[in-house]
C-alpha cells in the first residue's frame, strides 16, 4: 500500500514538496482524521505507555490519558491561524511561519534544528515498538547483527515507501493500521479481563506490585495511585506534553496537508475519541501484571516494553496475537514515515534552501528532502542503538523538553510579534541548554545510564516536575526581560512579511492559492500573496 499511495491523489508527479512532504495540501477531514489518529497515536500508545503503566504506574504512565485531552482544545485555538497563514504564503514548515514572522533565519533555523533533533528520539520510540515485536515473535538472535537484523530490514521497507511516496504512503496505510488497532484493543478490553479474573483482581495485583520497595532505591516501585510527593510531576508532565504536542513538526506536516481551515478544527472535535482509546490501552499495562508476563528479553536483561507483546502472546490465541503484533508494527511505521518527511522537510526548507542553495528548485527541494527523510532515520535508529529502552517512554520525553523551546516563537507569534527576535533566539538557546543538561544528569537507577527520566527537582526547591515546563518557563522569562531590554534601547527588530488578516483566510479567500498555482509559480519556496 505505502508504494502504491505514489498513484492515489496525485495532481503529478512527487517532484515538488508539496505533493510529496504535504500530500497535495488536499486532504479533507475523514483522512485527516485517520492521518492524525496514525501520526499522534503511535508505538507510543501501543507500547510505551502500558509498558510505563507496568514498570512504574500512573505517574509515569497514565498522564498520556489527560494530556491528549488538554492538547485539542490548544490545536482549536491555533493551528487554524498555523493553517491560514501557511497556505497564503505557501509556508511548509512552522520554521518557515517563524522566518517569515520575524524576519530572522537565525530564528528560523533554531526552530528547525530543534524540530528534527526532537523528532529523532520520537522515531526510535516507534522502532522500539516494533523491535518489542519482533523479539517476542522469536526473530532475532544473540550476536548484534542477528538481533537488530529483523527491525534493519522493517526500516529498510519504511524508508524505501516513504522515499517513493510522501505523506501520502502513510495516509493511506493509516487506515489499515487504525481500524486493527481498534479491533485489538476492543477485544482486549473485553477478552483479558474475563482471562484474567475480572477488574478488581486486575488492580489488585497491579497496587501490589507497585508498592513493593525498588531493591535499587529502597522505595516503591510505582505508583498506583499518585500521592501529594507526585502530583505536581503529574500534572506538568499532562500539560507539557500537551503543549509540546502540536509543535512536533509531524503535527504541523498533518495539518498542513489538509484543505481548509475548518478540517483542522472539525478534526480537533472528533480526535479526542482516540484518547479514550488511550485510557483503554494503558490499563493493558495492569493486565501485563496480573498476568505474570516475563519481559526478559533474548539478552537475558529486563525490557518493560516486551510486556504488551508478551501479554497478546501469552494470552490471545496464536492467530489474533498474530493481528495484534501485526497492529503495533503498522501502528509504528506510519507515524515513523511522517516523522521522517517532516524533518525532512525542515531540512530542505530551513537549512538546505536557506543557507546553502537559495535558488533550488521545487524539483531539487523535493529531491534533498527525500534523501534527507533517510538521514534522519539513520539518526533515529542512532538513538535506538544507543540510548536506554527498559523504559522508551523517555524518548518521547526527551524530544518534548526540546520541541517546548519553540512555543513562544510559534504560538505567541500567530497572535503578537511583541517578543523581540533576538530575545526569542537567547530564551530558545537558554532553555535547550538547560533542559538538555538536566535530562542527561538523570540517571536510572536500575541501569545506571544517563538519560533516565524526564523528571527534575525544580531549581532551588526539592519539588520534581517535568523538565520540559521547567525549561519552558525559563525560557519565557529570557524572552520578556530581553525583549524589554531590546525595545528598549532600540535593537533592529526584523521585517514582519505577514499580514493581520493572513491569520483568518480560508480557501478561496484572495491570496490563498490552491496547489496548482504555486506550482505554477515556481514552488512555495516562491511563492506571494
Known amino acids: 500500500m505505502g508504494f502504491m499511495a505514489s498513484r492515489w491523489r496525485s495532481a503529478g508527479h512527487l517532484d515538488n514538496l508539496d505533493e510529496w512532504g504535504l500530500g497535495g495540501r488536499g486532504f479533507g477531514t475523514f483522512i485527516t482524521w485517520f492521518l492524525l489518529g496514525g501520526d499522534l497515536y503511535t508505538a507510543y500508545t501501543f507500547i510505551a505507555v502500558p509498558a510505563a503503566m507496568y514498570a512504574t504506574g500512573a505517574i509515569s504512565g497514565f498522564f ?20 491560514s497563514v501557511s497556505h497564503r504564503h ?63 530490514i522493517a526500516f529498510a521497507v519504511l524508508a524505501a ?11 493511506m496505510i493509516a487506515f489499515v493500521k ?50 501529594d510527593a507526585g502530583y505536581v510531576s503529574y500534572w506538568t508532565l499532562a500539560l507539557g506534553s500537551a503543549m509540546a504536542l502540536f509543535m512536533y513538526p509531524h503535527s504541523v506536516t498533518a495539518v498542513l496537508s489538509t484543505k481548509t481551515r475548518n478540517v483542522v478544527r472539525r478534526n480537533a472535535t472528533l480526535l479526542p475519541a482516540y484518547s479514550l482509546l488511550l485510557g483503554l490501552l494503558a490499563l493493558l499495562g495492569f493486565m501485563a501484571i496480573k498476568a505474570n508476563v516475563n519481559v526478559k528479553g533474548l539478552d537475558g536483561l529486563a525490557n518493560p516494553q516486551l510486556a504488551i507483546p508478551r501479554l497478546f502472546d501469552q494470552e490471545f490465541p496464536s492467530w489474533f496475537a498474530g493481528i495484534a503484533f501485526a497492529a503495533i508494527a503498522v501502528g509504528a511505521l506510519v507515524p515513523a514515515a511522517i516523522m521522517s518527511i517532516a524533518a525532512a ?27 534527507a527523510s533517510l538521514l534522519v532515520k539513520v539518526g533515529a535508529l542512532v538513538f535506538v542503538l544507543g540510548m536506554d529502552k527498559t523504559v522508551a517512554l523517555n524518548l518521547q520525553l526527551l524530544g518534548g523538553i526540546w520541541i517546548l523551546q519553540t512555543f513562544p516563537a510559534i504560538v505567541v507569534g500567530l497572535y503578537t510579534r511583541w517578543f523581540h527576535r533576538y530575545a526569542l533566539l537567547a530564551g530558545w538557546a537558554v532553555a535547550m541548554l538547560y533542559g538538555t ?26 519539588t520534581p516536575a517535568y523538565i520540559a515546563l521547567t525549561a519552558f518557563v525559563l525560557n519565557l522569562v529570557v524572552v520578556i ?19 493581520p ?26 511563492a506571494k500573496s
Open 481 to 499: 526581560a530581553l525583549t524589554v531590554l531590546f525595545r528598549a534601547i532600540k535593537v533592529p527588530d526584523g521585517k514582519d512579511s505577514t499580514h
Open 345 to 371: 522537510n525542515l531540512f530542505t526548507r530551513n537549512i538546505y534552501r536557506d543557507f546553502i542553495k537559495p535558488s533550488a528548485t521545487p524539483a531539487q527541494e523535493a529531491k534533498v528532502s527525500k534523501l
Open 437 to 462: 543538561i538536566t535530562a542527561y544528569n538523570v540517571v536510572n537507577p536500575a541501569t545506571k545510564k544517563h538519560f533516565g527520566g524526564s523528571i527534575a527537582n525544580i531549581p532551588f526547591t526539592n
Open 161 to 171: 515507501y516513504t522515499y517513493s511516496s510522501g505523506l501520502r504512503a502513510p495516509a
Open 64 to 83: 498520556a490519558v489527560p494530556y491528549t485531552i488538554v492538547a485539542y482544545p490548544i490545536v482549536f485555538v491555533f493551528m487554524a491561524r498555523l493553517w
Open 501 to 526: 488578516t493572513d491569520f483568518t483566510a480560508d480557501r478561496g479567500d484572495p491570496g490563498v492559492k490552491d496547489l496548482p498555482e504555486i506550482i505554477d509559480e515556481g514552488g512555495a519556496a516562491t
Open 90 to 152: 505557501g509556508y511548509v514548515t512552522p520554521a518557515d511561519f517563524v522566518g517569515g514572522r520575524y524576519g530572522s533565519k537565525a530564528l528560523s533555523l533554531a526552530v528547525a534544528v530543534t524540530g528534527i533533533l526532537a523528532t529523532m528520539p520520537y522515531i526510535a520510540l516507534q522502532l522500539v515498538g516494533m523491535q518489542a515485536v519482533f523479539e517476542t515473535m522469536g526473530l532475532g538472535g544473540e550476536n548484534l547483527l542477528a538481533k537488530d537484523l529483523p527491525l534493519l
Open 178 to 227: 487504525d481500524i486493527l488497532i481498534y479491533v485489538v484493543i476492543l477485544v482486549a478490553i473485553f477478552y483479558l479481563p474475563h482471562v484474567l479474573g475480572g477488574w478488581d483482581s486486575i488492580f489488585g495485583a497491579a497496587q501490589e506490585k507497585l508498592n513493593k520497595p525498588n531493591p535499587a532505591t529502597g522505595k516503591p516501585t510505582g505508583a498506583f495511585i499518585p500521592g
